[in-house]
């Protein structure tokens, strides 16, 4: 007889998120306020941001962060580590509320911790990003802040993936988070390839968070770069983010070698011209 029959034992649902995550209206308010009301009027407002930006290229994924945390005008931490790994092959830049970014991170970890014992192997990057939207998106409106952009390699090459908190899912080459993303895509948009090496993605990685990191007052510290490859995830360094950018502008600019070398080798008059 099946166990089913003698005690009315129900097989859990194996597909869907784990049910030990607390549900959106079980929030401690006082009766009668709605939650969503409540931390509206309420809720702390204090101002953080960052830099954190993630890239594709032919030899994997690129990611890269500062390390500064900010609470309002008080800097928090100055060392943080603002980007997750959370299996061998799958890490994840993190922008918004450090606390949201690590309970979500922890539990996406788990989750897919739970589908590879299930399955046999683990999800590929897309779903592990569309699992994270799925739980998030629950707690809309809740004040929850989660900005993050999952970067992995699975069966399929290198992925890379940005998720919102509010259920936000999109697939691209180039995304950059936080307070100082406007001056890190400036960078990116002038200075990127596909067919990059893996020297010139991380020189242009490190280039563009230590220019947001001069112009955004939320961002600072340090510059941490990973690499995602296909054996796994590689921590390449952590450099000190005005180092780096004192020595950014000690070096030459690419329009001016241009204009002088074409100054020094200047090109051949045409025979139009040699007849006038």
Known sequence: MALQDVCKWQAPNTQGPSPHLPQPGAWAVPPGCDPQTFLQIHGPRLAHGTTTLAFLFRHGVIAAADTRSSCGNYVECPTSRKIIPVHQHLLGTTSGTSADCAVWYRVLRRELRLRALREGQLPSVAGAAKLLSTMMSCYRGLDL??????????????????????????????????????????????????????????????????????????????????????????YVSRNDACVLYSELQKLPEPDKEEEEASRDHPEPASPAGLRE
């Open 145 to 234: 802040c989660v900005a993050t952009a999952l970067c992995g390699w699975d069966r399929s090459g290198p992925a890379l993936f940005y998720v919102y908190s509010d259920g936000t899912c999109l697939q691209g080459n180039i995304f950059s988070v936080g307070s100082g993303s406007p001056y890190a895509y400036g960078v990116l948009d002038r200075g990127y390839r596909y067919d990059m090496t893996p020297q010139e993605a991380y020189a242009l990685a490190r280039c563009a968070v230590a220019h947001a990191t001069h112009r955004d007052a939320y961002s600072g510290g340090s510059v941490d770069l990973f690499h995602v490859r296909e054996s796994g995830w590689e």
